[in-house]
């Protein structure tokens, strides 16, 4: 892994660690999650930290595309509920290949098949009221 102090930014590149381990005691305001289809893995290996810091995250979750898709929208169902035991609240990004457009509060994500519609932000639900207010111009 690598920690760059001037941005407070940690890169793990280190499969066999957890973000737990990495991180110790370290507060965690922001994660930002890009992993292709490992999703539910790296959500796992932090629920933990995710429950005593509650950071903002923002995370890319390729579509299911299809109800026949069963491992993929099992996978994502599992996030979900690892979500909701934190007391997360999920927004789907609105946006174009510009710019971020706002907010959608998501009661799930769904099937759908749209690559351009795959960004979410997850805030703990105390939060969710404020968070639904944002303005992007």
Known sequence: ???DRRQRQMCIRDRNNTFSSLLGEQAI??????VEGAELEVIKSFESIIKKHKPI???????????????????Q??????????EYSIFKLLKTREKV???EFMESIGIHEDMTNCDYVCV???????????QFN
Not at 29 to 34: E, G
Not at 66 to 75: P, S
């Open 1 to 3: 892994h690598r920690v």
């Open 29 to 34: 305001a922001f994660v930002k999650i890009d």
């Open 57 to 75: 995250i923002l995370i890319e979750i390729l579509p299911v595309y299809t109800a026949d898709n069963v491992d993929r929208l099992t996978r």
């Open 77 to 86: 169902e599992k996030m979900e509920a690892i979500f909701n035991s934190c």
């Open 101 to 103: 457009n706002g907010v």
């Open 124 to 134: 703990p639900q105390s939060m969710k009221e404020e968070f639904s207010k944002i």
